[in-house]
DNA sequence: GCAATAGTGTCTCTCAGACACTATCGG
DNA sequence: CCGATAGTGTCTGAGAGACACTATTGC
């Protein structure tokens, strides 16, 4: 942009880009990430599944934007979608995404806890949770932005204390650990998560209130909320995965994709 | 997106959006890093200076716009600019951040060897590198750009292998530690440094050939290149800023801006 | 000789992983 | 009693920080 508008440039001179924006909107429950999709009312990709998402209008940002079909899509109220961590992922711009017109995307990541019934008012009538790691084919890129989100979020919970965006206002570290083994896909050593997490300054912080409540049986676990950090210094690293040798492979693979706020 | 077009969109019926590229070019030079920075030769911020960059072409995706443009900026050959990393970073979409029109931009970060005198080719003639910690005000929004490009690269050096992208094919491990500390601003122990590079799988090879050269006086160090590897594990992590009690602040601090790919 | 850089070795402290053990609930 | 979840304590091995020491160059 710093070499200014073309000589001769005229906004309407060749077919614009529309811009819109993508959410991957995810939620933990029974174990499960889950993220909600829409069903498609029109060609293209008719009756297929995709992430909700929509324009972005002349006069608004894409993050508002994205507020805006969040709170349109899970009928959550505008005070819960403006607190609430919205996080820019990466934009798609491949000029064939859309078969309809040049059509730039702002994919963006939410995080929601497991909410008793969220979607019901937007346009999009038929909005559903899904198994995350059991969508079939979406419609557009959206199978990659979905990927894309997931690897995003996994890289980001080893270092910040996004976890908590997961979970309601109080709640167990049984149920922060949950979220680390869904999104990781592995299991955690319990003593070891909770000496990690209470160590870590402004991760989480006690409630002093009844101490007790649970899921099902069991001893009642003290409740917690979300502290006042949101960098998580040292990181909680993820296991090793020690199935490769974890030698040094051939070619180089793709760079990691580390969190962006 | 996901939502369609809405009824009776005309994509040239409101005022389009202009889609650019930003891109935040940095070396290590002289024990400083800096950034590639162009003049602006016409309004707005005629005569100020800007990260370079362009409109991305109807029929090219933003990442070859990128490309493209980094090529004529730098006078680096079509070879060279193919195979560099080229980092997205996040897109800026705030509706006033160019007087003009509606314009979005997408910023990119690339890290290049401090070359013998790189830029010359392009349509911006006056073309030069700064000391990334003294410029001044620059157009548009390309100071927070810039900034978050710094946070960026500094958070990535630390979990994958990208330090070796300011190195030039062949290089020592006293250059490398320089990169560290340079976009990091911390003194490092050497003797540490090589251990934990050294351990690293796939980080770094050496070079069996004249295993000598120094930039001044002192011993000839023994030549090494990049490995196979992109990402670090474990992380080197860069030394905790101990000047704050690091203790649990007030309000949230921003979310940490992690790497991406 | 000295300054400067490269490279090796070692000690210690922290922390993560593993795991044994106790506590409190519902049945 | 049992199973299930919560919570505590301890041992150990890997690794980071600190730092002493040697090696090889230019002057």
Redesign the interface.
């Known amino acids: 942009?710093?070499?200014?508008?073309?000589e001769g440039y005229d906004?309407?001179a060749?077919?614009?880009?529309?811009?819109?924006?993508?959410l991957a909107v995810f939620t933990v429950r029974d174990a499960a990430l889950h993220v909600l999709l829409?069903e498609?009312?029109?060609?293209p990709f008719r009756g297929g599944w995709?992430?909700?998402?929509?324009?972005?209008l002349?006069?608004?940002?894409?993050?508002e934007a994205a507020r805006r079909e969040l709170a349109e899509e899970t009928g959550l109220g505008p005070d819960a979608v403006d607190s609430l961590?919205l996080?820019?992922?990466?934009?798609y711009?491949?000029?064939d995404r859309?078969p309809?017109?040049?059509?730039?995307?702002?994919a963006y990541a939410a995080l929601l806890p497991d909410l008793p019934e969220p979607r019901g008012g937007g346009?999009?009538a038929s909005a559903k949770w899904w198994d995350a790691g059991v969508t079939g084919p979406l419609?557009?890129d959206?199978d990659r932005i979905l990927t894309d989100a997931r690897d995003?979020i996994g890289?980001?919970l080893e270092?910040?204390c996004?976890a908590t965006e997961f979970c309601p206002p109080e709640f167990t570290l049984g149920e922060l650990q949950q979220v680390y083994e869904t999104v990781w896909g592995v299991e955690l050593d319990r003593p070891n998560f909770r000496r990690k997490v209470l160590s870590a300054?402004?991760f989480v912080?006690p409630v002093d209130g009844p101490p007790r409540r649970t899921g099902g049986r069991g001893k009642p676990a003290a409740l917690h909320r979300a502290?006042?950090?949101?960098?998580l210094?040292?990181?909680l690293?993820r296991p090793?995965p020690t199935d490769a040798p974890?030698?040094?492979?051939?070619?180089?693979?793709?760079?990691?994709?580390?969190?962006?706020?």
Chains 1, 2 share one sequence.
């Open positions: 942009m710093s070499t200014g508008v073309p906004p309407h060749f077919p614009p880009f529309a811009v819109t924006v993508d829409v498609r009312g029109q060609e995709a992430l909700p998402g929509g324009f972005v002349p006069r608004e940002s894409a993050d961590h996080e820019q992922l990466r934009t711009t491949e000029p859309d309809r017109m040049r059509v730039v995307s702002v346009d999009a419609a557009f959206h995003r890289a980001k270092y910040t996004l300054p402004g912080e502290g006042g950090a949101t960098a210094h040292p990181p690293l090793q974890l030698s040094r492979p051939e070619g180089r693979t793709p760079w990691p994709s580390p969190p962006e706020g």
